[in-house]
């Protein structure tokens, strides 16, 4: 079936650098992709979204990258803080079908001070 | 604005009994997700319902049930519980399905299920 899944498990960066982690999805049908980060305890909030017909999305510290040619999608992380500390999961949407959210596996990002 | 409730937040049951699960969503939203978390399946949808109607299914077995009430409350079901069913159970709220909505989920904090 569909799925998203992530490069890499755990990423370990130090305080004020940069991060990207990375995420590949399957289906070419998606036209809504999200971030969502989780922190210990709670349940996942939303980062930064992008629609299948944009290419770089940017927010506060934090921007988003789809590459819909080899179907990746990627969330960088400026100046990266320990509260940045957490695990990050890549979700897409095929909006034709309702919001039928499906998430990857998520990375864990450890900010080291 | 109070944000997405569920309740309750930790339960302890044994092999063979149920749990009902309860979800109150954002006022104002209308659409319902749960999803299962655990650590070697991530986040799996369950199901998702507007207007009291499901509208999407994940890959569950029966023993996994809901339904959504007239005010966008949620209940979740799981009949003849297994170890494996033993699972972080996250309800998440929308605010439109089908209208042109970002499809942004507003996740409640959890309801932890150990079954033993």
């Known amino acids: 079936g569909e799925s998203v899944g992530l490069h890499l498990p755990t990423l370990s960066v130090q305080e004020g650098d940069n991060s990207i982690i990375n995420c590949a999805y399957s289906?070419?049908?998606?036209?809504?992709f999200i971030w969502y980060k989780q922190e210990s305890g709670k349940g996942p909030q939303f980062i930064i979204d992008?629609?299948?017909?944009?290419d770089k999305r940017q927010g506060q510290r934090v921007t988003v990258l789809l590459n819909k040619t080899v179907k990746h999608l990627s969330l960088q992380i400026a100046a990266t803080q320990p509260g940045d500390s957490a695990v990050y999961f890549c979700?897409?949407?095929?909006?034709?079908?309702?919001?039928?959210?499906?998430f990857g596996a998520g990375t864990r990002l450890f900010v080291k001070a | 604005k109070a944000g997405v409730t569920q309740t309750p937040r930790y339960l302890i049951k044994t092999r063979g009994q149920q749990v009902t699960l309860s979800c109150s969503p954002i006022?104002?939203?209308?659409?319902v997700s749960w999803y299962q978390q655990t650590p070697g399946q991530g986040l799996q949808f369950l199901f998702e319902?507007?207007?009291?109607?499901?509208?999407n299914k994940g890959n569950f077995p029966g023993r996994f049930s809901g339904r959504q009430f007239s005010n966008s409350r949620s209940e979740m079901n799981v009949s003849t519980l297994e170890l494996g069913d033993s699972a972080l159970y996250l309800c998440?709220?929308?605010?439109?399905?089908?209208?042109?909505?970002?499809?942004?989920?507003?996740f409640g904090e959890g309801s932890r299920l150990t079954v033993l």
């Open positions: 998440a709220s929308s605010l439109t399905l089908y209208s042109g909505g970002t499809g942004e989920l507003f």
């Open positions: 979700a897409e949407n095929p909006r034709a079908g309702g919001f039928k959210t499906i």
């Open positions: 289906n070419s049908a998606s036209d809504y």
């Open positions: 006022s104002g939203h209308r659409s």
């Open positions: 992008i629609r299948s017909n944009m």
């Open positions: 319902y507007f207007s009291e109607t499901q509208r």
